[in-house]
């Protein structure tokens, strides 16, 4: 400890947590420190570098609040989220795949029956969502709890809106449902439109100093969770999106993209009439029973 210098400080470090009791903690920070150390060794970082990474860490920090988590955002953009969810989640073959959570979900969303439209007055072209929900053995996954979530198509969730004289935001373009006794569930939104990541903060200042496209392709959160299966927490994709191959958080997978069905104005598949030109979306989701390894 009395004669420290760039060849010794990393064995320094390692030694000075031997005192630690938890495996676990002990093996994720010796492996940060080699990790973090090798790499300053590596771009040979400077101190001006350094510090301009921590007042970036600072901003990234200072940005986040209950309604924006510019961390999560950060991760996503650097592709972590996707690694950490996608070694997290392997899955049979036949079971839909997981991506990234985003920085937007909202945990007790408002409670929707099956066929209600979740939009709340958020902007949009109309889009009637239906689907099921199986196990990997193919029956039905009855009483299955669907959070969903979306942008409307100015491409703002509704979380990003200003919140009213009370501080509370209305939950637009966001519910959750269950699944009926055969597994199916549907239910009236808006049709999914392509967005930006937030770009105004640390994070956005980033992907523009690297060059690198702040959209988003469209999508529709789903967060499925039913007793005896793991959960899944995914997206799906709209098939005609230009955005697909360029997704600022590595969240598309191939097996997300599907389409969208064009309308005119006529009668939705529930019955219900649309003044407007609409969309249908179809999607089957496959769960992984608990304790079932791919």
């Known amino acids: 400890m009395r004669n420290i210098n760039h060849e010794t400080v990393t064995q320094a470090v390692l030694a000075s947590m031997s005192n630690c009791a938890s495996e676990r903690l002990l093996s994720v920070m010796k492996g940060l420190v080699q990790h973090l150390h090798a790499f300053a060794s590596e771009v040979k970082l400077t101190e001006d570098e350094w510090f301009n990474a921590i007042q970036f860490l600072t ?84 009483g299955a709890s669907l959070d969903i979530w979306q942008s409307d198509e100015d491409g703002f969730y509704d979380v990003q809106k200003v919140p009213d004289a009370l501080g509370d935001v209305t939950h637009r373009a966001r519910g959750r449902l269950h699944t009926r006794a055969d597994g199916s569930f549907n239910f009236r939104s808006i049709l999914a439109e392509p967005y930006s990541v937030p770009h105004d903060g640390p994070v956005g200042r980033m992907l523009a100093t690297l060059g690198r496209p702040p959209w988003r392709p469209a999508h529709l959160h789903f967060w499925i969770r039913a007793q005896g299966y793991e959960p899944l927490i995914t997206h799906v994709f709209r098939n005609d999106d230009p955005y697909l191959d360029s997704d600022p958080v590595f969240g598309v997978r191939s097996t997300l993209i599907t389409d969208w069905i064009k309308h005119g104005a006529g009668v939705m598949p529930d019955g219900s009439v649309s003044t407007t030109e609409f969309y249908t979306l179809d999607y089957d989701f496959v769960l992984n029973p608990l304790g079932n390894m791919a």
Do not use: H, W
Request: net charge negative; charged share 15%; aromatic share 6%.
């Open 59 to 142: 901003e990234v920090g200072a940005m986040t609040n209950d309604n924006r988590q510019e961390f999560v955002l950060l991760s996503d953009t650097l592709g972590l989220s996707m690694l950490v969810t996608a070694q997290n989640n392997r899955k049979p073959a036949a079971c839909t795949e997981a991506t990234v959570l985003g920085p937007f979900y909202v945990a007790g969303a408002p409670e929707f029956d099956n066929g209600d439209d979740i939009s709340n007055g958020a902007p949009g072209v109309p889009c009637f969502v239906s689907g099921t929900v199986r196990g990997l053995s193919g029956g039905p996954v009855a």
